[in-house]
């Protein structure tokens, strides 16, 4: 059985700082979740941003007392690659409405024996192999190197493990750790790439979480993974090639099961406003003094860093 021991003092000393008191949780919907149906008083919203338009108007609501704000990540009709996901603009747009959590529900592939299609991961590791996005927020003049250490917040995740794990199917499991490969897409695996991360200790793979895990730090939001298993990828010759008639049929019997996951973990974060050490990423992460930082770029990245260089008006 795959564990993963997350700090027993994971809540910090205050769980409920101010900061966080209207802080809303973000959902970012995978292929096969283009919504949430239980979202109640529902507002849409368009927002511009300074990396362009996100995928999708953000959907705002409630899940009993919790806001929440939900965008789906490929657009509501599927109709952005991963590699053509606006990430920087879906991550800006979230925080620009106080997005504080983000739960991320994905398929996977599995890349090992023990991870079978229908079981849900929360990963706490990854490998990106992806080389065709922007990575970061910061350039054009300003630096930061933020921590990723643990790219997915522990904190989070628990959360997420504890709820998953009361909500599972008997027959089902939900793996508590597990590292993600992140590929580029959109074609699958090659067999030889399949065989390759599985020799690297890989659990699943996908085409998404990791960039927005990355964009999420820089962004002091706090990023989890709910990773769907759909199929075993290519390596595994007792099943067949994975296929798109696979991925929708495994998705479609898990999306109930996420949705369930969803709204406790909804009643958690709501409850608990639970601190994050992604909350204070940025904190000694800034290299570049704010003076020497162009007007146009201060403009892009005030909303990050004005709580370290101060109030930006211009």
């Known amino acids: 059985m795959i564990n ?143 921590t ?32 993600y490969l992140a590929m580029e897409g959109p074609a699958f695996s090659t067999r030889a790439e399949s065989r390759l991360y599985r020799s690297w200790g890989c659990n699943v793979i996908g085409m998404t979480n990791h960039t927005e895990a990355r964009l999420a730090r820089e962004a002091e939001i706090a990023y989890s993974s709910l990773s769907m298993v759909t199929d075993y990828d290519c390596w595994h010759e007792g099943f067949g090639n994975v296929t798109v008639d696979m991925v929708i049929e495994n998705l479609s019997i898990n999306a109930k099961l996420a949705k369930d996951i969803i709204n406790a973990i909804a009643r958690r974060v709501s409850s608990l406003r639970p601190q994050s050490e992604a909350h204070k990423a940025l904190k000694n992460s800034l290299m570049t003094p704010k003076e020497k930082v162009s007007t146009t770029t201060r403009r892009k990245i005030n909303l990050f860093t004005e709580h370290y260089w101060g109030k930006f008006n211009k």
């Open 148 to 179: 990723m250490a643990d790219p997915f917040c522990p904190t989070l995740s628990r959360l997420v493990a504890e709820e998953g794990e009361q909500l599972m199917p008997e027959g089902r499991q939900l793996h508590r750790e597990g590292t």
């Open 4 to 146: 993963q021991h997350f700090p027993s003092n994971f809540l910090g000393k205050d769980s409920k700082p101010g900061f966080l008191k209207n802080a809303r949780l973000g959902v970012l919907g995978g292929s096969g979740l283009y919504s949430i149906e239980s979202l109640e008083n529902v507002k849409e919203v368009d927002i511009d941003t300074p990396y362009g338009k996100p995928s999708d108007s953000l959907r705002i609501g409630n899940l009993g007392e919790m806001e929440v704000v939900f965008l789906a990540r490929h657009g509501r009709h599927h109709t952005f690659t991963p590699t053509e996901i606006p990430y920087r603009a879906n991550i800006w747009a979230l925080r620009s409405l106080n997005v504080r959590w983000i739960l991320s529900p994905s398929a996977v592939g599995s890349l090992q024996e023990q991870v079978r299609p229908l079981d849900l991961v929360v990963p706490d590791q990854f490998i990106d192999r992806t080389h065709q996005r922007p990575l970061t927020f910061f350039g054009e003049g300003a630096v930061a190197h933020v």
